[in-house]
Each structure stands twice: as C-alpha cells, then as structure tokens.
T-cell receptor, first 114, second 115 residues
Framework: NAGVTQTPKFQVLKTGQSMTLQCAQD?????MSWYRQDPGMGLRLIHY???????DQGEVPNGYNVSRSTTEDFPLRLLSAAPSQTSVYFC?????????????FGDGTRLSIL | AQKITQTQPGMFVQEKEAVTLDCTYD???????LFWYKQPSSGEMIFLIY??????QNATEGRYSLNFQKARKSANLVISASQLGDSAMYFC????????????FGQGTRLTINP
C-alpha cells in the first residue's frame, strides 16, 4: 500500500547544481502536483499535471521544470539550485473522478542548498 | 484570486477540551471545496475532513467537525475532546471547481495540547 512515494527524503546541494526529485504514485490518479513548504508560509503550488503529457504552472514555478510521461511518475527538476530553493518539497496526487477526493501526499523531501 | 486565511498562528488547549481552529476564504467561484490537513512533527500531511460548497450539512469525521458558514466565508475546524496526539500544525485549503483543481493553502495554525 505505497500511495505516493518521494525520493530522496533528504538532499544537500551546492548552489548551481541540478537535481531531480522523484515522485511516483500507484493509485492511478490523474492529478499530480508539487508543493514547497517554507516556514510560516504554508504550502505553495509549484507545478501540477492533470494527466500524462499535460503540465501547468502553479504559484511559484520559476527555477523548476516538470514532465509527465506516465500516469505514475511526476519528477521535479531543479535546473540550477539557489539558496532560496531550500525548502521541504511535497508531491501529491488525487483522483479527479469526484470533487470531494482529497490530495494524497508523499512524506516530503527536505532540500538544503548551500 | 482565491485566498485562505488562518489568523491563529498558535493555540494552546488543555487536554479533553474542545478547540476551534479558524479559517476564512475568499473566492468568486460558486463551486469550491474546503479541506483540513494535519501535519504532525514527523512532517507528513494527513487529510482530516472535506466540505463542499453545495453541501447542505456540516461535515463530520469522528472527533472532527467543520463549522461551515457560507455567507461569512468561514470553515472552522472543531476538534472535540482534544488529545495529546492532536498537537500538530493544521492547514486549511481550498480547491475551486473547474478543470484546474488547484489547491490553495492557508499559513497554518500550530496547536499544542497540554496535559
């Protein structure tokens, strides 16, 4: 009963490095999204996808890329890491069949940029 | 644009007391959904309760209930008979209707239950 799986759980990068945060779900959910959580600011939407091959920007997309080649996977790429991207990143998915379905979250990736 | 406001950064409550966490929202869309999530110190996001804008009754899930006042645009979470394990961050979130289905979160309220 995996749900939403995020890897890695922790990562330290140097400024300018690139990396990919992985997200996979096994619930056949159409909708997937990435959030970042900074202290005192709640969760903010970075990018989202309503299905394979379809992605769109959220509230804070700059510095991040996403792709959705399969229903299961939704990786988040940091192109050139900056200290301002130090945060906790959450991936989430939900079924779009019914409007009352909540988003299921992964356990998060804690990312530090030095 | 939709917006969620949680005005209580922190709350302290005695064990077994009821507690109300405030949430107000702003949207011009008649179709929307309101969610509450709990985030314990371990960091995961746990879904608690949902209220749809067209629901006639306030939502309830065990010890959790939602005091939905549509005209005032408020969706307060009520936890009855609080327990030590209820200590956590609590987030209110809103999703508007339509195809985008984006979720917007409030800043959260840190609830501490004292023994």
């Amino acid at each position: 009963n995996a749900g939403v799986t995020q890897t890695p759980k922790f990562q330290v990068l140097k400024t300018g490095q690139s990396m990919t945060l992985q997200c996979a779900q096994d619930m056949n959910h159409e909708y997937m999204s990435w959030y970042r959580q900074d202290p005192g600011m709640g969760l903010r939407l970075i990018h989202y996808s309503v299905g394979a091959g379809i992605t769109d920007q959220g509230e804070v997309p700059n510095g991040y890329n996403v792709s959705r080649s399969t229903t299961e996977d939704f990786p988040l790429r940091l192109l050139s890491a900056a200290p301002s991207q130090t945060s906790v990143y959450f991936c989430a998915s939900r079924s779009t069949v019914q409007s009352n379905q909540p988003q299921h979250f992964g356990d998060g990736t804690r990312l530090s940029i030095l | 644009a939709q917006k969620i406001t949680q005005t209580q950064p922190g709350m302290f409550v005695q064990e077994k007391e009821a507690v109300t966490l405030d949430c107000t929202y702003d949207t011009s869309d008649p179709s929307y959904g309101l969610f509450w999530y709990k985030q314990p110190s371990s960091g995961e996001m746990i879904f608690l309760i949902y209220q749809g804008s067209y629901d006639q009754q306030n939502a309830t899930e065990g010890r959790y209930s939602l005091n939905f006042q549509k005209a005032r645009k408020s969706a307060n979470l009520v936890i009855s008979a609080s327990q030590l394990g209820d200590s956590a961050m609590y987030f209110c979130a809103m999703r508007q209707g339509g195809g985008a289905q984006k979720l917007v979160f409030g800043q959260g309220t840190r609830l501490t239950i004292n023994p």
